[in-house]
């Protein structure tokens, strides 16, 4: 035991060395030791909520006005919902007459606003009225074609296609008289056509 003392007191730097070093280690282990504590904190990314997608409103059943002419019970001008056939607007017309050529309409086409839908009878050679030299019959100015003006003497192709265009805009021709609105027809051109046009 005297020995050990002796030794240490000779060597003292040494002891303090190997005092720091077994410190430091156990120091060390020591801290090592504790459990590591688990992070329970749940980390959530929060995302932006999605808009809520907007929902583009069409109007429900919107109503166009259809006009019914020629061969059917009760020609006249029809409410129907847009997009609707041809054949609905016909049914609220009162149905077909018996002389309808259906050969010569298209009863699935979808109606549009202020269209004109003229059912022929059997044995005419157009879907609208034929001109006045060809079957001694009145042209109709709300649903003439250009070309069934051809015979109408004192209208040549450019008043028919302004007519036409008048009556596209502004919607059907309401008597012969509302004709002098169209550029070019005044007073004494209406004296010369009432007996070649109707409404």
């Known amino acids: 035991m005297n020995e050990f003392l002796?030794?240490?007191?000779?060597?003292?730097?040494?002891?303090?060395?190997?005092?720091?070093?077994?410190?430091?280690?156990?120091g060390y282990w020591w801290t090592n030791k504790t459990p590591?504590?688990?992070?329970?904190?749940?980390t959530e990314i929060k995302t932006s909520p999605k808009a809520p997608k907007k929902t583009t409103s069409m109007p429900k059943n919107k109503l166009v006005a259809v006009d019914i002419q020629g061969a059917v019970k009760k020609p006249g001008v029809y409410q129907v919902k847009e997009n609707s056939l041809v054949q609905t607007a016909i049914q609220l017309a009162g149905g077909l007459a018996d002389n309808a050529d259906t050969k010569q309409i298209n009863q699935a086409k979808r109606v549009s606003d202020q269209m004109q839908v003229y059912v022929p009878v059997v044995g005419s050679t157009s879907a609208v009225s034929t001109s006045a030299s060809t079957k001694g019959e009145k042209v109709n100015i709300?649903?003439?074609?250009?070309?069934?003006?051809k015979d109408v003497t004192g209208i040549g192709p450019k008043k028919a296609e302004k007519i036409i265009a008048f009556r596209e805009k502004n919607g059907n021709f309401k008597s012969l008289h509302d004709l002098t609105k169209v550029?070019?027809?005044?007073?004494?051109?209406?004296?010369?056509?009432?007996?070649?046009?109707?409404?």
């Open 183 to 199: 550029s070019g027809i005044g007073e004494k051109s209406l004296d010369s056509l009432k007996d070649q046009l109707t409404v």
């Open 6 to 26: 002796d030794y240490i007191k000779q060597n003292k730097l040494i002891v303090i060395v190997l005092s720091i070093l077994i410190l430091g280690v156990g």
């Open 142 to 149: 709300n649903n003439a074609k250009a070309e069934d003006f």
């Open 36 to 42: 590591a504590v688990k992070n329970d904190i749940k």
